[in-house]
T-cell receptor
């Protein structure tokens, strides 16, 4: 079963605008990670945020984590056509196997 | 440095057949995980191996098995294929457990 749920399921914006995707999860985590997937191929790691962190930045990406609400958000600023992809959040739980538990993903389309 | 390599990239099999998928991790990575991604969904965890030992298994039937070799490469075997096994199979490697993962481009398996 999926641990996380992304919202929205699909997002379409104009190039240059900011894109925000949200992720909610159910159980306590060790860390939360965001991945990008182009055209149903391999996933690319974007950013990892640990349970004791609240915000991280990487280039045009900003990730926040609210463990009290069990939610995270990914903000992509000044979007580009090349950002068109599916974005997944994945959690690593505190207990059990150190596996990634993925949500269903958000399909982001950047229109030129 | 080569990334995570998977072979083959595409495969078509008939129901009831057996298939072996292969994965070579990034040099120095001792952890290899396998994920199944059905079209339109997030990846689902199948197995994790670390230092050649199974460290986690997802909710998949015994038809699925895997192993890790002394050079840390890995194979995923699926017996008695069903139509529902059609999916993208992803391999991911990491230095240890619980950190970020590097994914291969996947093997697209079609069962007819």
């Amino acid at each position: 079963s999926q641990q996380g749920e992304e919202d929205p399921q699909a997002l379409s914006i104009q190039e240059g605008e900011n894109a925000t995707m949200n992720c909610s999860y159910k159980t306590s985590i060790n860390n939360l990670q965001w991945y990008r997937q182009n055209s149903g191929r391999g996933l690319v790691h974007l950013i990892l945020i640990r349970s004791n962190e609240r915000e991280k930045h990487s280039g045009r990406l900003r990730v926040t984590l609210d463990t009290s609400k069990k939610s995270s958000s990914l903000l992509i600023t000044a979007s580009r056509a090349a950002d068109t992809a599916s974005y997944f959040c994945a959690t690593v739980l505190i207990q059990g196997a150190q596996k990634l538990v993925f949500g269903q993903g958000t399909r982001l389309t950047i229109n030129p | 440095d080569a990334g995570v390599t998977q072979s083959p990239t595409h495969l078509i099999k008939t129901r009831g057949q057996q298939v072996t998928l292969r994965c070579s991790p990034i040099s120095g990575h001792k952890s290899v995980s396998w994920y199944q991604q059905v079209l339109g969904q997030g990846p689902q965890f199948i197995f994790q191996y670390y230092e050649k030992e199974e460290r986690g298994r997802g909710n998949f039937p015994d038809r699925f098995s895997a192993r890790q070799f002394p050079n840390y490469s890995s194979e995923l075997n699926v017996n008695a294929l069903l139509l529902g096994d059609s999916a993208l199979y992803l391999c991911a490697s990491s230095l240890g457990q619980g950190g970020s993962y590097t994914f291969g481009s996947g093997t697209r398996l079609t069962v007819v």
